[in-house]
């Protein structure tokens, strides 16, 4: 008799154990119903201004329709040296230290395949985005959560950087404006976890996408802080600020010896950022100030009501300092997060994003994105109220 030879496992063991994005199966939950108000994915509900869908216009009528450089055409590097400069108070050299990426996501991961040698260790503030920790898993490394606490509204204490250093320990991943908290950590708090940084000889991964988007105090961006720019890859881009998700594009700036490894793998694996989407990126910074800070004045409204009224109903919630994100106790239901997210959607249609996805500290919380009209808004805080009533009835 022939033996049966045993089949083949053709898939790489890394992918084999990373679970598929929780935010991803209530979305498209979600899009098979009807009447659902979602308040899951964290996307802008504005249509990208007209005069940057206006400049890649005038950029395909003229024919750039080529690769640009690797890094990125050096008039936008250009532009993003003298934004930075402007608005966060650090000089980069468009030449030597920055990348244009296919959006922030794919930063991060060059980032991380380019600092990460196989069993290094990346801290992650959690609750953390998502894709940090498969990204790490992904690059080799070990990611080791920091679970920050709802008392001390979400923010790094210093002391728990200290208590997870070990002789693997790489860099930290930082996030502020924090995805999914909303969290901002203040100047005098960015000072204190520098000076751990320092003491261990870390890196910094410091993702500040949301920078733009903070209400109550001016941002202060990681790399201003002293000494921490050699230190730090800074990672930003045009979806959030710019209402400009689908367009795809971000950018990495830091120390030219760690931006020319990330090139490597740009240059290999991408090319390069899409032409047209990088002339739109142009217009935006040359001349939409004034659009992000008509965006961001209706975030800001949109943030008091929702904060207000999921207090009001006994969901205890801080005021995010940033983001367009509220991240709610659901405690109290008695409901764990994905029980109260799953049962809110399917009794209410209200699309919200369970907690435990953001980490292990995420558990008993939910996201909810306030990136939607007003009247939306409201009718979403009615129905919530209405299904956190039917639960204590």
């Known amino acids: 008799m022939i033996s049966v030879k045993e089949k083949k496992n053709y898939l790489s063991q890394h992918v084999q154990a990373i679970k598929p994005s929780g935010i991803r199966r209530f979305f498209d939950l979600a899009s098979s119903m009807e009447d659902v108000i979602s308040l899951g994915v964290g996307e802008p509900d504005f249509v990208t201004p007209w005069t940057f869908i206006e400049a890649s216009y005038h950029s395909l009528e003229r024919g750039y329709t080529a690769y640009t450089a690797n890094a990125g055409l050096l008039e936008l590097r250009q532009e993003i040296s003298k934004y930075m400069r402007r608005r966060f ?16 996501s794919q930063a991060i991961d060059i980032a991380l395949r380019a600092i990460v040698n196989p069993g290094e260790e990346v801290i992650v503030v959690e609750p953390s985005f998502v894709s940090y920790a498969p990204t790490i898993t992904l690059a080799g490394g070990v990611p080791v959560p920091i679970h920050t606490q709802p008392d001390q509204e979400f923010k790094l204490q210093p002391e728990q950087i200290e208590a997870a250093i070990t002789a693997k320990t790489k860099a930290l991943l930082l996030c502020s404006p924090n995805n999914p908290t909303g969290t901002v950590l203040s100047k005098q708090e960015l000072v204190r976890i520098a000076e751990m940084v320092e003491k261990h000889d870390l890196l910094v991964i410091s993702d500040e996408i ?10 202060t961006s990681f790399p201003s802080i002293a000494s921490m720019q050699k230190r730090t890859i800074l990672i930003s881009g045009f979806s959030k600020a710019f209402a400009m998700t ?17 090139l490597k793998i740009h240059q290999y694996t991408m090319m390069c950022a899409p032409t047209m989407a990088q002339y739109a990126a142009l217009e935006a910074l040359s001349n939409g100030a004034k659009d992000v800070m008509k965006m961001k004045e209706s975030y800001r409204q949109r943030r008091s009501l929702v904060t207000r009224s999921l207090n009001e109903m006994g969901l205890a919630c801080h005021l995010p300092g940033g983001s367009f994100y ?46 939607s009209s007003i009247p939306k808004l409201e009718e979403a805080m009615r129905r919530i109220q209405r299904f956190v009533q039917s639960l204590q009835s």
């Open 89 to 104: 108070q650090v000089t980069y050299s468009p030449e030597e230290e920055m990348v244009v990426t296919v959006g922030a």
């Open 210 to 219: 949301y920078g733009e988007l903070t209400y109550d105090e001016p941002y």
């Open 246 to 262: 689908g367009w795809r594009l971000g950018f990495a700036c830091g120390p030219k010896e760690i931006i020319a490894a990330m």
């Open 326 to 371: 509220v991240f709610p106790c659901v405690k109290e239901t008695g409901l764990t997060s994905e029980e109260f997210a799953e049962q809110l959607l399917l009794k209410e249609k209200v699309a919200v994003v369970p907690g435990n996805v953001f980490g292990e500290s995420g558990e008993g919380y939910i996201r909810c994105s306030y990136a």
